[in-house]
């Protein structure tokens, strides 16, 4: 079983700023994957970043990194240069080498101001 | 391009009533899920289809079923909405062996 926690129900970001989102998992997984997604107002979820367990390099996709602490279950998603189209509903998920099915945390609701 | 499509969007029925929701993909994708995102929370697994074997969760409520006529179509039917099964339905697709999955916009359906 997997469980998912985000402890920051809200957060918000003055533009161009940098924001860090928190995320703790727990798995009894060997090898798994961790994501977050991105959940825009009235908009359908889409994949911001995704991390495979088993490599130690933390992922990066332009404006967006994370920190992967597998020993202390972790996995934040940095935003940089905040832009009022981040304004959204993130989520951060995992899921198993089984599957993709996905388990997600509460959400983190994001939003950037002007 | 729409990739994902889910319809209705807004589906408002009666309690007790039956209802249909309905996804679509264009990916060709062999798996298929349905998620139940209640207000405020976390999208949580109903179930899904892995080509044509179903998957239930072990918490779904057997009040909820699935059909997958074909690779393209999927749909979740309820067979007595009860105001608790107010939420938002996300049908989302991937492929075996990759780890993305691609989402609709959902429905959002009402019990009245």
């Known amino acids: 079983a997997q469980t998912v926690t985000q402890s920051q129900p809200e957060m918000s970001v003055q533009e161009a700023e940098t924001v860090t989102l928190s995320c703790t998992y727990d798995t009894s997984e060997s090898n798994y994957y961790l994501f977050w997604y991105k959940q825009p107002p009235s908009r359908q979820m889409i994949l911001v970043i995704r991390?495979?367990?088993?490599?130690?390099q933390n992922a990066t996709e332009n404006r967006f990194s994370v920190n992967f602490q597998k020993a202390a279950k972790s996995f934040s998603l940095k935003i940089s240069d905040s832009q009022l189209g981040d304004t959204a509903m993130y989520f951060c998920a995992s899921s198993s080498n089984a599957g993709n099915m996905l388990t997600f945390g509460g959400g983190t609701r994001l939003m950037v101001k002007p | 391009d729409a990739m994902v499509i889910q319809n209705p969007r807004y589906q408002v029925t009666q309690f007790g009533k039956p209802v249909t929701l309905s996804c679509s993909q264009t990916l060709n994708h062999n798996v298929m899920y349905w998620y139940q995102q209640k207000s405020s929370q976390a999208p949580k697994l109903l179930f899904h289809?892995?080509?044509?074997?179903?998957?239930n969760e072990a918490d779904t409520p057997d009040n909820f079923q699935s059909r997958r006529p074909n690779t393209s179509f999927c749909f979740l039917d309820i067979r007595s909405p009860g105001l608790g099964d107010a939420a938002m339905y996300l049908c989302a697709t991937s492929l075996s062996g990759r780890t993305e999955a691609f989402f609709g916009q959902g429905t959002r359906l009402t019990v009245v």
């Open positions: 991390q495979e367990a088993y490599k130690q």
């Open positions: 289809y892995y080509d044509k074997d179903f998957n």
